[in-house]
């Protein structure tokens, strides 16, 4: 079974960045597709961005050109670089891991991104 765990979460001010990290357990890391969700409150959960294991992203278009996701198959690990924050980014982060022929979702425990303006 695969876990998933988020760190790298906080408060920075407008216009600051953070840098959200997501370890995964397991084996099949390189083979996932890893993704980055957020939840605010009163919204739905939206994806923010996603890369494959050959290193393809996409991203929603409220974040293109803001953030960068990023792999390290070495480490286990995916990363979501957030540049030029807004308030509208505060929200709850969650970490994904699709894999297998039904792409079967594992979700992180989420990291709280707060933005202040």
């Known amino acids: 079974q695969v876990h998933l765990v988020e760190s790298g979460g906080g408060l920075v001010q407008t216009g600051g960045s953070l840098r959200l990290s997501c370890a995964a357990s397991?084996?099949?890391?390189?083979?996932?597709?890893m993704g980055w969700y957020r939840q605010s409150p009163g919204k739905e959960r939206e994806m923010v961005a996603s890369?494959?294991?050959?290193?393809?992203?996409n991203y929603a278009g409220s974040v293109k050109g803001r953030f960068t996701i990023s792999r390290d198959n070495a480490k286990n690990t995916v990363y979501l670089q957030m540049n030029s924050l807004k308030a509208d980014d505060t929200a709850v982060y969650y970490c994904?891991?699709?894999?297998?022929?039904?792409?079967?979702?594992?979700w992180g425990q989420g990291t709280q991104v707060s933005v202040s303006s």
């Open positions: 994904t891991l699709d894999y297998g022929s039904s792409l079967a979702r594992t």
């Open positions: 397991g084996s099949i890391f390189r083979l996932a597709i």
């Open positions: 890369i494959t294991g050959g290193g393809t992203t």
